[in-house]
C-alpha cells in the first residue's frame, strides 16, 4: 500500500487528482470483487487440501519477500527507496503527454489503476488466505480496509511519499510470517501433527528468524569481505 501511494501520489501531484483517484479507486472496487468471490468460493474447498494449496502459495510469496529482504539488509541488493521512486514518477508523468480536450487523463487512470491493482493483489492474496483458512474472511478484509484507510489518510494530509517508513524492515517480517505460516499449514494439509498445536507457530517462527539473521550475517561478512578485496585491488 506504500508503494501504491506513492505512485498515485505522483501522478496526482503532476496530471491532477481527479484521473488519478478514479483509476485507484476503479483498482480498488476490482479487488474487493476479487475477495469478495475468490473468499467464499474456498470455502467449499477440502480443509486439508486448502491448507496445501494456501500453504504452498504463501511459502512462494513468503521465501521471495524473504530473499529480498536479505539480500537489501545485507547490502547485496539497495535498499528500496520511495523518495527516489516518488522521483521517478514524477519525471515520467510530467514527459508525457496530455491532451486538453479529454475529459479524462487516461495516462494519469491508466498508471494509477495498474499501480494500485498490482501492489493490491498481495494483499487481496494475504486476505484470502488468511481469511479462509482461518475461517475469518470478514476479519481478514477489515483488517487490509483499515491498513488502507490508514496509508490513504497519511498520504491525504502529507501529500509525500513514506519515505521514512521501515518499509524493509516491514517486509523482512512479513516474509517471515508467511513463511512460517506457509510450512505450518503445507505441512498439516499432508498430516503432520505439530507438537502443541498452533503454539508450535512460534517455535517455527523463532527458528526462521534465527535462519534468517544468520543469511544476513554470513551475506554481510561475504559482502564486505568483496569490497575489502576491490579497495585492495
Known amino acids: 500500500m506504500v508503494e501504491a501511494l506513492t505512485i498515485v501520489l505522483a501522478l496526482a501531484l503532476t496530471r491532477g487528482w481527479r484521473s488519478t483517484l478514479t483509476g485507484a479507486g476503479v483498482a480498488a472496487c476490482a479487488l474487493a470483487a476479487l475477495i469478495a468471490a475468490l473468499g467464499p468460493a474456498l470455502t467449499f474447498v477440502p ?8 500453504g504452498s502459495l504463501l511459502l512462494t510469496f513468503g521465501l521471495q519477500w524473504l530473499r529480498k529482504a536479505i539480500l537489501r539488509a545485507s547490502g ?13 514518477e514524477l519525471e515520467l508523468a510530467r514527459a ?17 489503476f495498474k499501480g494500485v491493482f498490482l501492489e493490491g493483489l498481495e494483499v487481496v492474496f494475504i486476505v484470502i488466505s488468511f481469511g479462509s ?14 491498513a488502507f484507510v490508514l496509508v490513504a489518510g497519511i498520504g491525504a494530509v502529507v501529500r509525500a511519499p513514506l519515505a521514512r517508513v521501515p518499509e524493509n524492515t516491514i517486509k523482512f517480517a512479513v516474509g517471515l ?28 517462527l523463532g527458528f526462521m528468524s534465527v535462519v534468517a539473521l544468520a543469511l544476513v550475517r554470513l551475506l554481510r561478512r561475504a559482502h564486505d569481505s568483496g569490497r575489502l578485496v576491490e579497495a585492495r585491488a
Open 133 to 146: 483458512t482461518q475461517s475469518r474472511l470478514g476479519l481478514a478484509t477489515a483488517a487490509a480496509a483499515a
Open 47 to 54: 480443509v486439508n487440501a486448502l491448507r496445501i494449496v494456501v
Open 76 to 88: 547485496y541488493t539497495a535498499l528500496h527507496d520511495e523518495a527516489a521512486i516518488f522521483e521517478r
Open 96 to 112: 508525457a503527454g496530455a491532451d486538453a480536450t479529454a475529459r479524462l487523463d487516461w495516462y494519469a487512470f491508466t498508471l494509477s
Open 177 to 204: 510470517l508467511l513463511t512460517t505460516f506457509g510450512i505450518f499449514w503445507a505441512a498439516e494439509g499432508i498430516g503432520v501433527e505439530w507438537p502443541g498445536g498452533d503454539t508450535s507457530l512460534l517455535a517455527l
